[in-house]
C-alpha cells in the first residue's frame, strides 16, 4: 500500500506512514505537488520524478477510478477550487488543457480561476493539488465534491456541487422550513433560478436572481414568471418584462466582462396573490432532483 504523502508549502515533498499523518492533523489524501507518485523500492519518492508533477504515471490512473481534488493557492493555503474527474483531470487547470466542451462548460468559472492560477505562477510559485478522496464511483464523486463545496467558502466554482440546492448545507432552521413548507403546484410557466444564501443575502431575491444565467433565450421567453429558489425554497416572483444579453452595461453588480451565450431578464414583482400563491413554498418533486444546473422550468 501506497504510504500517505504530503507535500509542504515549500516544496519539500514527505513520505508518512497514516498513523504519522493522523498524528500531524493530516487526513489520509495525495497532495501530488512536490511530486507524491512514483516510490522506490524503500517507499520514498524516485529522484527522477522530483518537482512538479504534471501528470499521473499510467500504473497509478488505473488505480485512481474517480476521484475529488481541491486547488491550493500556497500564498495564504487557501482552497480556492474543488473539482471532481479521473485520469489527470486535476492537473487540467494549471496545464490549461481542457477540452472544448469542458471550456464551453466552465466559461465563467475558468475566467475567475485562471486568475488567481495565473496570479500564482507570475509569482514564481506552483498551484497545490490535493486529491481528497479516490478510489469512487463517479456518483460517488458527485456527493463527496458537492460536500466539498459547501464546506469551503469563497471558492472560484461558479456552480454549486450536486444536489447541494436541494441537500446541500443548510442550519437546521433551514432543514425545517423546507421540508415543512408545501409542495409548490405551477399555475403558470415558471423558470425557477437556483440563488445561495449570500447571494440572497448580499442582493436580494430581484438581484440575486436576474442574472446571468446559461440558458435557451426562445424557452426563457416563454416564461410567464421568475422564481428565484434558495434552498429547495422559494423567495420571491418576478414577471420578466424583457430578456437580454449579459453584458456589464446591463448587470454591472454581477459581471465585470461581457458574457457571450448568457442571459439575464428585466421585470417586475408578480401581484400580491400571486407572490402568496408561491413564495415559501417547495419546488415541486419531479424538479427537486439532484442536479447542477441551476435553472429548472415547470414546462417543457
Not at 81 to 102: D, I, M, P, T
Request: proline residues 5%; aromatic residues 8%.
Amino acid at each position: 500500500m501506497f504510504p500517505v504523502l504530503y507535500g509542504g508549502l515549500d516544496g519539500d515533498a514527505q513520505s508518512h506512514s497514516l498513523g504519522d499523518c493522523m498524528a500531524y492533523g493530516y487526513w489520509p489524501m495525495f497532495i501530488v505537488d512536490a511530486c507524491t507518485v512514483g516510490l522506490d523500492s524503500a517507499g520514498t519518492i524516485r529522484e527522477d520524478l522530483r518537482g512538479l508533477v504534471q501528470a499521473f504515471p499510467s500504473e497509478i490512473t488505473e488505480q485512481l477510478g474517480y476521484y475529488v481534488y481541491r486547488l491550493i493557492d500556497p500564498r495564504n493555503g487557501e482552497t480556492f477550487y474543488v473539482g471532481k474527474g479521473r485520469g489527470n483531470r486535476v492537473f487540467h487547470h494549471v496545464n490549461a488543457n481542457l477540452k472544448q466542451s469542458e471550456l464551453a462548460d466552465e466559461e465563467d468559472e475558468l475566467t475567475i480561476k485562471m486568475k488567481r492560477v495565473h496570479e500564482i505562477l507570475s509569482e514564481g510559485l506552483q498551484v497545490i493539488h490535493v486529491i481528497q478522496r479516490h478510489g469512487l464511483t463517479e456518483k460517488e464523486a458527485l456527493h463527496v465534491e458537492g460536500a466539498l463545496i459547501d464546506a469551503f467558502p469563497g471558492l472560484t466554482n461558479v456552480q454549486s456541487g450536486y444536489g447541494n440546492s436541494d441537500k446541500g448545507a443548510m442550519h437546521a432552521d433551514a432543514i425545517i422550513r423546507k421540508y415543512a413548507a408545501q409542495r409548490l403546484e405551477p399555475h403558470h410557466r415558471i423558470v425557477f433560478l437556483t440563488i445561495r444564501r449570500n447571494f440572497l443575502a448580499d442582493r436580494g431575491p430581484y438581484e440575486g436572481c436576474r442574472g446571468v444565467w446559461r440558458m435557451s433565450r426562445s424557452r426563457a421567453e416563454r416564461a410567464e414568471l421568475v422564481m428565484p429558489v434558495t434552498e429547495g425554497v422559494v423567495v420571491g416572483v418576478f414577471v420578466p418584462e424583457r430578456w437580454i444579453d449579459a453584458t456589464v452595461a446591463d448587470f454591472p453588480a454581477h459581471i465585470t466582462e461581457d458574457l457571450p451565450g448568457r442571459i439575464g431578464f428585466d421585470g417586475h414583482p408578480a401581484d400580491k396573490a400571486i407572490r402568496d400563491l408561491y413564495i415559501g413554498k417547495r419546488l415541486p418533486a419531479d424538479l427537486e432532483t439532484g442536479t447542477q444546473n441551476p435553472v429548472r422550468y415547470s414546462y417543457s
